[in-house]
């Protein structure tokens, strides 16, 4: 199923992953209901060999997002992405991916497609502010699990609290003819 485009419009995230420079971070949306990932063979197997049940995890990521439950750890996004958005957590932090949720991670994982740690890592945009919007990422995920979308900046935004509206400024009262 790929991921809905308004999957965080007029939604409240459900938590956050924080990059260690304690400048950025992107938010966790709300599950979109187990999909791909709980039909996938290798995944179920990872998850069983990890002693992990399969629970809905959400979508990772806002303007560069990934829906958790739809990846099947193939990798194509972390070999497509020309300036390294994407990590694969658990080569990081090996820890289930519901306990990612509100973790602050360096940044320091794989981005390299073969080196998951197995099929229940997942592709994390921990290096968000990073895009170039080249969609390169969009283009190549099997389940269509992963959506850039700029405009997402506004939900990010109002679930941050930073959101400003900007005045349109159809006429200048101060313009000279």
């Not at 979508?59 to 739809?70: E, R």
């Not at 405009?151 to 005045?167: C, D, L, R, S």
Request: charge should be negative; hydrophobic fraction near 35%; charged fraction near 25%.
């Amino acid at each position: 199923m790929p991921i809905l485009e308004d999957f965080c419009h007029d939604k409240e995230p459900i938590g956050k992953i924080s990059h260690s420079d304690g400048e950025h971070f992107h938010f966790v949306w709300p599950s979109q209901g187990l999909v791909e990932a709980s039909k996938d063979e290798k995944t179920l197997d990872a998850y069983k060999a990890n002693g992990e049940g399969m629970v809905p995890l959400g979508v990772s990521g806002t303007m560069v997002a990934i829906d958790w439950d739809s990846c099947v750890g193939d990798g194509a996004c972390i070999e497509a992405c020309p300036v390294q958005v994407f990590q694969w957590y658990r080569t990081e932090k090996n820890i289930p991916a519901i306990d990612a949720i509100n973790e602050t991670f360096e940044g320091t994982g794989s981005d390299v497609k073969e080196e998951r740690k197995d099929f229940s890592d997942k592709a994390d945009p921990i290096r968000e502010h990073d895009c170039i919007w080249c969609m390169a990422c969009v283009s190549v995920c099997p389940p269509q699990a992963v959506l850039v979308d700029q405009g997402n900046q506004e939900w990010h935004e109002k679930a941050a609290g930073t959101f400003v509206k900007m005045e349109s400024s159809s006429s200048n009262p101060h313009s000279h003819d």
